[in-house]
């Protein structure tokens, strides 16, 4: 008994738990003034501003902008140290600066999405845009779609109602199970006036991806028939009566309708030959891609920056935007296909043809190719399910 009474009670101690706060970049406000509106010290708020330009530059930041805020948990001098600040500037980043032993440091670090994969299919009415937007194909995938059969498809001619498409994509999701963006096209298939083209996504033994029909052969040609995303064809190769000049002549080249400032692609890698005015094709790029071939682009509103006589070009790089200069009654691109340095015909000239998978290789492809096409079937009943029930 004598020895309970030299035990002493201590009270417990508890733990200090740091202070959190979630603060608004307000419109017209700056970072410096968020900080500081919480108490903060403004040493210590330009302490950790200056930190942050290491990572990320405080110039881009946008009204909305939600920081979360970390104090430590114990004040010195009853004035409170911010340990942590972390924001998202985009869905896939998020940026932290924290407090260290040697002052402040930032990190910006990618969050990890997780890819699913989500189907859709249609048939062709009046547009494939109309198709496409009414079965619920989101425009970054459409685009893409678009210009996987630019190589190959006339979006004007080759169209017809009763044509149908099948596309499987990849959707990239958070933690939280929220769709941050669109992935990749995987699979897509046109059936044109009754001709099925099915193209595949496959990456080969040497890490490169591509896309393939059927037989394995590449789809991406040397040269794009349409070198514009999306754009409507407004009129086609042969004879027309010309709508400024008023008399027919033969329209060697296919125009394509687009809004001004639309941008043109380089149909193919290359060199630029000729750049500048040139009489009723008003701004003109020529661009020689290799002995037989060239391409000619015509009534820009403007050229892509940097770009001069004899510079190189690569497949898809934007080169100028659409524009109505020269002899042109509306914007529109004028896109010339030349071989041998004469005017052929755009729509029938036979394109040189992209890489083709054999032996080991192709049986890779034409395994995998299967396994896509099955799981397209699969998604595609699911979700057929999920609309009957609802």
Same mark, same amino acid.
């Given at each position: 008994?004598?020895?309970?009474?030299?035990?002493?009670?201590?009270?417990?101690?508890?733990?200090?738990?740091?202070?959190?706060?979630?603060?608004? =970049?307000?419109? *017209?406000?700056? =970072?410096?003034?968020?900080?500081?509106?919480? *108490?903060?010290?403004?040493?210590?708020?330009?302490?950790?501003?200056?930190?942050? @330009? #290491?990572?990320?530059?405080? @110039?881009?930041?946008?009204?909305?902008?939600?920081?979360?805020?970390?104090?430590?948990?114990?004040?010195?001098? #009853?004035?409170?140290?911010?340990?942590?600040?972390?924001? !998202?500037?985009?869905?896939?980043?998020?940026?932290?600066?924290?407090?260290?032993?040697? *002052?402040?440091?930032?990190?910006?670090?990618?969050?990890?999405?997780?890819?699913?994969?989500?189907? &859709?299919?249609?048939?062709?009415?009046?547009?494939?845009?109309?198709?496409?937007?009414?079965?619920?194909?989101?425009?970054?995938?459409?685009?893409?779609?678009?210009?996987?059969? +630019?190589?190959?498809?006339?979006?004007?001619?080759?169209?017809?109602?009763?044509? +149908?498409?099948?596309?499987?994509?990849?959707?990239?999701?958070?933690?939280?199970?929220?769709?941050?963006?669109?992935?990749?096209?995987?699979?897509?298939?046109?059936? =044109?006036?009754?001709?099925?083209?099915?193209?595949?996504?496959?990456?080969?033994?040497?890490?490169?991806?591509?896309?393939?029909?059927?037989?394995?052969?590449?789809?991406? @040609?040397?040269?794009? @028939?349409?070198?514009?995303?999306?754009?409507? =064809?407004?009129?086609?190769?042969?004879?027309?009566?010309?709508?400024?000049?008023?008399?027919?002549?033969?329209? /060697?080249?296919?125009?394509?309708?687009?809004?001004?400032?639309?941008?043109?692609?380089?149909?193919? %890698?290359?060199?630029?030959?000729?750049?500048?005015?040139?009489?009723?094709?008003? %701004?003109?790029? !020529?661009?020689?891609?290799?002995?037989?071939?060239?391409? &000619?682009?015509?009534?820009?509103?403007?050229?892509?920056?940097?770009?001069?006589?004899?510079?190189?070009?690569? !497949?898809?790089?934007?080169?100028?935007?659409?524009?109505?200069?020269?002899?042109?009654? *509306?914007?529109?691109?004028?896109?010339?296909?030349?071989?041998?340095? &004469?005017?052929?015909?755009?729509?029938?000239?036979?394109?040189?043809?992209? /890489?083709?998978?054999?032996? #080991?290789?192709?049986?890779?492809?034409?395994?995998?190719?299967?396994?896509?096409?099955? !799981?397209?079937?699969?998604?595609?009943?699911?979700?057929? /399910?999920?609309?009957?029930?609802?």
């Amino acid at each position: 008994m004598g020895g309970d009474a030299d035990v002493t009670e201590t009270a417990s101690i508890p733990d200090l738990e740091p202070r959190r706060e979630t603060v608004v =970049l307000e419109k *017209g406000s700056n =970072l410096m003034a968020t900080l500081t509106a919480t *108490g903060l010290q403004r040493t210590s708020a330009y302490n950790a501003i200056e930190a942050l @330009r #290491d990572v990320f530059n405080p @110039r881009k930041l946008r009204a909305g902008q939600e920081f979360d805020l970390v104090y430590a948990a114990d004040a010195q001098d #009853d004035i409170e140290l911010l340990d942590q600040m972390s924001f !998202q500037p985009d869905p896939e980043t998020i940026v932290s600066v924290s407090r260290t032993d040697d *002052g402040y440091q930032a990190s910006s670090d990618k969050i990890e999405l997780t890819p699913s994969r989500n189907v &859709a299919s249609g048939t062709i009415e009046q547009s494939l845009f109309l198709a496409a937007e009414r079965n619920g194909v989101p425009i970054p995938v459409l685009m893409e779609l678009i210009e996987l059969y +630019s190589y190959e498809v006339d979006f004007q001619r080759d169209i017809q109602p009763g044509d +149908s498409f099948e596309i499987m994509y990849q959707e990239l999701k958070n933690d939280a199970g929220e769709r941050v963006r669109y992935g990749d096209v995987l699979y897509a298939s046109m059936t =044109l006036s009754g001709h099925e083209v099915r193209l595949y996504s496959y990456t080969d033994s040497n890490g490169e991806t591509d896309f393939y029909n059927q037989k394995g052969e590449s789809y991406r @040609r040397a040269l794009m @028939r349409t070198p514009i995303n999306g754009a409507r =064809l407004s009129s086609g190769y042969g004879k027309r009566k010309h709508p400024i000049l008023g008399y027919t002549k033969m329209h /060697k080249g296919i125009d394509f309708a687009a809004p001004t400032g639309t941008p043109i692609f380089a149909a193919g %890698n290359g060199t630029i030959a000729k750049i500048g005015r040139n009489g009723g094709y008003g %701004n003109y790029i !020529q661009i020689r891609h290799n002995d037989s071939y060239a391409t &000619a682009y015509a009534h820009m509103n403007g050229f892509a920056k940097g770009l001069k006589q004899g510079s190189r070009v690569k !497949q898809g790089d934007i080169i100028g935007y659409v524009g109505t200069t020269g002899r042109s009654t *509306g914007p529109h691109l004028h896109y010339e296909i030349l071989q041998n340095n &004469a005017q052929v015909n755009p729509i029938r000239v036979k394109m040189p043809s992209g /890489k083709t998978l054999k032996g #080991d290789e192709l049986d890779r492809f034409l395994a995998d190719s299967d396994v896509l096409r099955k !799981q397209y079937a699969e998604l595609s009943i699911g979700n057929r /399910k999920i609309a009957s029930a609802e």
